[in-house]
């Protein structure tokens, strides 16, 4: 890409559906400014890392049905606002298919950045999948370094017609594992 003009990694960015992947794709050698919080929004490692252990213990999911899942969501609630982040264990979902979902997110996200644009958020042919790089990026003062794809199920056979096809059979086994 080569470029630094603002309005052009804009563009290029979020418009023409190349994403963050694409910027970092291109012959970028610095981060372009869109991409910079100020400072008084940016997490203090320091303060985090100090307040906090790493990651705190795994989640335990394994008794998510049971009596003790309002212990478990507090502990999703508190992981989740204190760190952003959390692990979980015994979350039901096998190895194979965290690695499947993997394959295709790569998939996907590696496809021709013209393919990738069909499912722009304002742009996808179905109301249920929106791909992009921040939830509102015309308003957003600075942008998420993060590429996502969101894919809602209201029935099968919507799900099975408007989901990408590079993913659609995996997320949809997903899907009904997770349900």
Not at 62 to 84: H, R
Request: charged residues 20%; aromatic residues 10%.
């Amino acid at each position: 890409m080569g470029v630094v003009d603002e309005s052009q990694v804009f563009e290029f960015v979020v418009k023409r559906g190349n994403g963050v992947k694409g910027l970092t794709d291109s012959s970028l050698t610095s981060v372009p400014q869109r991409y910079v919080h100020p400072p008084e929004e940016r997490i203090d490692r320091k303060k985090t890392i100090d307040a906090s252990p790493f990651l705190g213990p795994p989640i335990n999911l394994a008794g998510l049905e049971m009596e003790n899942s309002g212990a478990i969501a507090n502990a999703l609630c508190e992981a989740a606002t204190k760190l952003g982040f959390f692990q979980v264990v015994n979350h039901g979902v096998s190895v194979e298919v965290m690695e499947r979902v993997k394959h295709v997110a790569h998939t996907f996200f590696n496809l021709p950045p013209e393919k990738k644009a069909v499912y722009l958020k304002g742009a996808t042919p179905c109301p249920n999948v929106f791909y992009g790089t921040s939830f509102s990026p015309e308003v957003e003062k600075s942008l998420e370094w993060k590429d996502y794809l969101s894919m809602i199920c209201m029935n099968d056979e919507e799900a099975m017609q408007s989901w990408p096809q590079e993913c659609r059979l995996v997320a949809f086994l997903l899907f009904h594992i997770m349900i």
